[in-house]
Nanobody
Framework: QVQLVESGGGSVQAGESLTLSCEYS????????VGWFRQVPGKEREGVAG?????????YYIDSVEGRFFLSQDNAKNTVTLRLDSLKPEDTGMYYC????????????????WGQGTQVTVSS
């Protein structure tokens, strides 16, 4: 099992940046993916970025955030960070990190372990 805790959300103006952190603990292996998801009001939750935390490969992004969101990891601190640049009002939502064992990190299904989420609000 993997435990995850997000932090770093907040309220910003359009065009500004935020950095979200996901601290994970528990059992992790070379096939463990950590992904970032968001739940926008009125829409289904979507994956935005993912990475293998114990092997090479990634990070992977969906098209709508490519070039604006940047995922990095610090294995010494068991942390995966998502930097959100050039934020838009449509980026508003609850952001979650999640983990899964196996599968591809660019496929945002099959994630079994979830954090509690952190709110991002972008005003125009």
């Amino acid at each position: 099992q993997v435990q995850l805790v997000e932090s770093g959300g907040g309220s910003v103006q359009a065009g500004e940046s935020l950095t979200l952190s996901c601290e994970y603990s528990g059992s992790t292996y070379s096939n463990t993916c950590v992904g970032w998801f968001r739940q926008v009001p009125g829409k289904e939750r979507e994956g935005v970025a993912g990475v293998y935390i114990k092997s090479s490969g990634g990070p992977y992004y969906i098209d709508s955030v490519e070039g604006r969101f940047f995922l990095s990891q610090d294995n010494a601190k068991n942390t995966v960070t998502l930097r959100l640049d050039s934020l838009k009002p449509e980026d508003t939502g609850m952001y979650y990190c999640a983990a899964k064992y196996g599968g591809s990190c660019w496929v945002f299904t099959g994630y079994d372990y979830w954090g509690q989420g952190t709110q991002v609000t972008v005003s125009s």
